[in-house]
């Protein structure tokens, strides 16, 4: 298991009980955090790429798209591709299933796209179960018991140590609250901390959250030690990461929420690197909002911002200037079940929707 560490000894982490709001604890480090969730493994037979082969990371949302029809496509988050079939002209791709896939057995020619591109086809696919795992423990080391735990603790029964609903509160350095982990947990195992006597290790079971992957460790590093304080700390970032660091400014967005501009203020959006689909919501978010700001991370998230409370009032001006680099990257996009439409377009067609009237640079 990993380590994530607090520092100074700063207490960076409390659980709480969701149902009384009382603060079970704090502790500077947990174990646990971060890991490999539990993927889908697709064998994907008769592979035949389409344009440049995949290798490594596929996209963060993979359809499979049958080629019967009446069968809807799937999705696959966080896909990534671990090169060919041992023996086989195969692809194996791993992702986290949706769960509303193909039905059991099926096994026809799928074609694959990631929302922007087709990836290739394949004749045939298995969808191989992954094998059973248990969930591991967070450990939260060095925690500072609060009176209440102390005293079910004493009692060492199961009832006590049954913690049920808590919340896993994560600050940054400053001390603000960075983001929050929903818990359904038990009390498996404590022990005196090795360096301070008063505190504890105290060792979680039950069930968790999807850990955050061990890609997304280093940003959450840089937000640990506080919000960025400059616009487009995440352009040097591939897809992925950005995918990452948009679910980071998403995390914060009810907490860090702007008071409304008036109308007919104007904005301006830095469009140089808006080169895949988060980049267009993280320069969104920082053109209305500054640096790590929020505005959607998605169309429909995008609307709903647009109606008000999310530091904008309608009507409004945005000067788009580079605009062309994301008519570039854009404008050529794939719906869920493979239909082209321009992406671009519609993003314009959003705004204009909810009075923000562009003008393109």
Known sequence: MHEDKGHGGRSRYALTDTE??????????????????????????????????????????????????????????????????????????????????????????????????WIGSCQEFARVLPPERADPPLV???????????????AGTRRS????????????????????????????????????????????????????????????????????????????????????????????????????RPAGHAYELDGRRITDVPGLHLALGEAVNGPGGYFGGCLDALADCLRGTFGYTSPATLLWRDAGVARTHLSRALTPDGEPYDLFGVLLDVLAEGGMRVTLA
């Open 20 to 117: 009384h709001g009382r603060v079970w604890g704090v502790c500077a480090e947990v174990d646990g955090l971060f890991g490999e969730p539990g993927r889908a493994t697709y064998e994907l037979h008769a592979w035949l790429p389409e344009g440049a082969e995949v290798r490594g990371w596929a996209g963060s949302r993979v359809w499979l798209v049958p080629e019967d029809r009446t069968l809807g496509p799937w999705l696959l988050e966080d896909a990534e591709s671990l090169g060919p079939h041992p023996g086989t002209d195969g692809l194996v791709l791993t992702g986290l299933d949706d769960y509303e896939g193909p039905p059991e057995g099926h096994r026809g020619p799928v074609r694959l796209h990631d929302g922007l591109r």
């Open 161 to 260: 140590l049954e913690l049920e609903q808590a919340v896993l509160e994560i600050r940054d350095d400053r001390g603000d609250l960075l983001a929050e982990r929903l818990l359904w947990a038990a009390v498996s195992g404590w022990s005196p901390a090795a360096h301070d006597v008063d505190l504890i290790d105290l060792e979680l079971s039950g069930t968790f959250v999807t850990p955050i992957p061990e890609y997304a460790r280093p940003l959450w590093e840089r937000w640990l030690a506080g919000p960025p304080k400059r616009p487009g700390a995440w352009a040097g970032l591939d897809t992925r990461q950005r995918g990452a660091w948009l679910d980071l400014v998403r995390e914060g967005a009810s907490r860090r929420m702007p008071h409304d």
């Open 140 to 154: 939260l080391r060095g925690f500072a018991q609060g009176d209440e735990l102390r005293t079910r603790l004493g």
